[in-house]
Protein backbone atom coordinates (compact mmCIF):
# COMPACT_ATOMS: atom_id res chain seq x y z
CA UNK A 1 0.00 0.00 0.00
CA UNK A 2 1.23 3.16 -1.20
CA UNK A 3 1.53 6.48 1.46
CA UNK A 4 -0.87 9.00 1.43
CA UNK A 5 0.96 11.42 -0.77
CA UNK A 6 1.33 14.39 0.82
CA UNK A 7 1.35 17.19 -2.56
CA UNK A 8 -1.64 18.95 -1.28
CA UNK A 9 -0.30 19.28 2.23
CA UNK A 10 3.07 20.61 0.99
CA UNK A 11 1.76 22.66 -1.54
CA UNK A 12 -0.69 24.31 0.90
CA UNK A 13 2.13 25.03 3.48
CA UNK A 14 3.85 26.87 0.71
CA UNK A 15 1.28 29.20 -0.28
CA UNK A 16 1.06 30.17 3.38
CA UNK A 17 4.81 30.37 3.50
CA UNK A 18 4.59 32.74 0.33
CA UNK A 19 1.26 34.89 1.53
CA UNK A 20 3.71 35.61 4.62
CA UNK A 21 6.42 36.11 2.41
CA UNK A 22 4.55 38.83 0.58
CA UNK A 23 2.71 39.97 4.28
CA UNK A 24 6.69 40.72 5.10
CA UNK A 25 7.38 42.19 2.25
CA UNK A 26 4.72 44.87 2.01
CA UNK A 27 5.66 45.54 6.16
CA UNK A 28 9.30 46.04 5.32
CA UNK A 29 8.40 48.79 2.24
CA UNK A 30 5.62 50.12 4.65
CA UNK A 31 8.27 50.61 7.26
CA UNK A 32 10.60 52.08 4.84
CA UNK A 33 7.84 54.75 3.55
CA UNK A 34 7.51 55.54 7.50
CA UNK A 35 11.39 56.04 7.86
CA UNK A 36 11.67 58.16 5.12
CA UNK A 37 8.81 60.31 6.40
CA UNK A 38 10.40 60.41 9.38
CA UNK A 39 13.89 61.76 7.91
CA UNK A 40 11.75 64.21 6.00
CA UNK A 41 10.30 65.44 9.11
CA UNK A 42 13.44 65.49 11.28
CA UNK A 43 15.55 67.65 8.42
CA UNK A 44 12.46 69.73 8.12
CA UNK A 45 12.84 70.57 11.59
CA UNK A 46 16.98 70.74 11.66
CA UNK A 47 16.12 73.48 8.08
CA UNK A 48 14.07 75.30 10.68
CA UNK A 49 15.87 75.75 13.53
CA UNK A 50 18.54 77.13 10.94
CA UNK A 51 16.58 79.39 9.70
CA UNK A 52 15.02 80.82 13.08
CA UNK A 53 18.98 81.05 13.88
CA UNK A 54 19.71 83.25 11.01
CA UNK A 55 16.47 85.49 11.16
CA UNK A 56 17.29 85.71 15.12
CA UNK A 57 20.84 87.00 13.92
CA UNK A 58 19.56 89.08 11.32
CA UNK A 59 17.04 91.11 12.81
CA UNK A 60 13.52 90.05 12.50
CA UNK A 61 9.93 90.95 14.18
CA UNK A 62 8.30 89.17 16.91
CA UNK A 63 5.54 88.24 14.70
CA UNK A 64 7.87 86.26 12.29
CA UNK A 65 9.21 84.68 15.30
CA UNK A 66 5.76 83.58 16.29
CA UNK A 67 5.24 81.77 12.95
CA UNK A 68 8.95 80.17 13.46
CA UNK A 69 7.77 78.92 16.72
CA UNK A 70 4.52 77.90 15.79
CA UNK A 71 5.52 76.19 12.45
CA UNK A 72 8.83 74.03 15.19
CA UNK A 73 6.28 72.75 17.67
CA UNK A 74 3.73 71.49 14.61
CA UNK A 75 7.04 69.86 13.00
CA UNK A 76 8.35 68.15 16.39
CA UNK A 77 4.70 66.85 17.19
CA UNK A 78 4.77 65.72 14.02
CA UNK A 79 8.37 63.47 14.43
CA UNK A 80 6.78 62.53 17.72
CA UNK A 81 3.58 60.82 15.90
CA UNK A 82 5.81 59.75 13.22
CA UNK A 83 8.15 57.66 15.63
CA UNK A 84 5.37 56.05 16.86
CA UNK A 85 4.05 55.24 13.85
CA UNK A 86 7.16 53.97 13.13
CA UNK A 87 8.11 51.94 16.19
CA UNK A 88 4.10 50.47 16.29
CA UNK A 89 5.09 49.30 12.67
CA UNK A 90 8.38 47.71 13.63
CA UNK A 91 7.19 45.52 15.84
CA UNK A 92 4.14 44.26 13.46
CA UNK A 93 7.46 43.81 10.62
CA UNK A 94 8.67 41.71 13.56
CA UNK A 95 5.28 39.36 13.76
CA UNK A 96 5.20 39.32 10.22
CA UNK A 97 9.14 38.35 10.38
CA UNK A 98 8.38 35.16 13.12
CA UNK A 99 4.91 34.28 10.69
CA UNK A 100 6.90 33.47 7.74
CA UNK A 101 10.05 31.93 9.96
CA UNK A 102 7.02 29.76 11.26
CA UNK A 103 5.86 28.84 8.23
CA UNK A 104 9.05 28.34 6.70
CA UNK A 105 9.41 25.36 9.43
CA UNK A 106 6.32 24.19 9.12
CA UNK A 107 6.88 23.50 5.28
CA UNK A 108 10.25 22.18 6.12
CA UNK A 109 8.73 19.95 8.84
CA UNK A 110 6.38 18.32 5.98
CA UNK A 111 8.78 17.89 3.45
CA UNK A 112 10.79 16.12 5.74
CA UNK A 113 7.84 14.24 7.29
CA UNK A 114 6.77 13.36 3.00
CA UNK A 115 10.65 12.06 3.01
CA UNK A 116 10.46 10.07 5.80
CA UNK A 117 7.26 8.60 4.79
CA UNK A 118 9.25 8.07 1.09
CA UNK A 119 11.98 5.92 2.87
CA UNK A 120 9.91 3.83 4.66
CA UNK A 121 7.35 3.16 1.80
CA UNK A 122 10.66 2.04 0.04
CA UNK A 123 12.33 0.11 2.80
CA UNK A 124 8.91 -1.43 2.74
CA UNK A 125 9.08 -2.26 -1.16
CA UNK A 126 12.20 -3.31 -0.42
CA UNK A 127 11.47 -6.10 2.66
CA UNK A 128 8.90 -7.24 -0.07
CA UNK A 129 10.94 -7.70 -2.36
CA UNK A 130 13.33 -9.56 -0.58
CA UNK A 131 10.72 -12.22 0.75
CA UNK A 132 9.62 -12.82 -2.77
CA UNK A 133 13.34 -13.28 -3.80
CA UNK A 134 13.66 -15.53 -0.43
CA UNK A 135 10.23 -17.79 -1.49
CA UNK A 136 11.78 -17.81 -5.38
CA UNK A 137 15.09 -19.62 -4.16
CA UNK A 138 13.16 -21.75 -1.92
CA UNK A 139 10.38 -22.77 -4.68
CA UNK A 140 13.47 -23.36 -7.33
CA UNK A 141 15.41 -25.13 -4.88
CA UNK A 142 12.60 -27.27 -3.65
CA UNK A 143 12.10 -28.28 -7.02
CA UNK A 144 15.20 -28.82 -7.96
CA UNK A 145 15.84 -31.21 -5.49
CA UNK A 146 12.60 -32.93 -6.52
CA UNK A 147 14.05 -33.54 -9.95
CA UNK A 148 17.73 -34.05 -8.40
CA UNK A 149 16.38 -37.30 -6.27
CA UNK A 150 14.50 -38.97 -8.83
Do not use: C, W
Request: charged share 35%; proline share 1%; hydrophobic share 35%.
Amino acid sequence: MKPFTMHAVLKYRQQLEDVARKNLHRALEQATRLEEALLRSQDELAALHKDLRRESEHGTNSDRLLLFERRIRLVQEEIIRRQKDFDKHQIMVTKKRQQLVSASKDRKVMEKLREQQNTAFRNSLARKEAAMLDEIAVLSHGRQGDSGTS
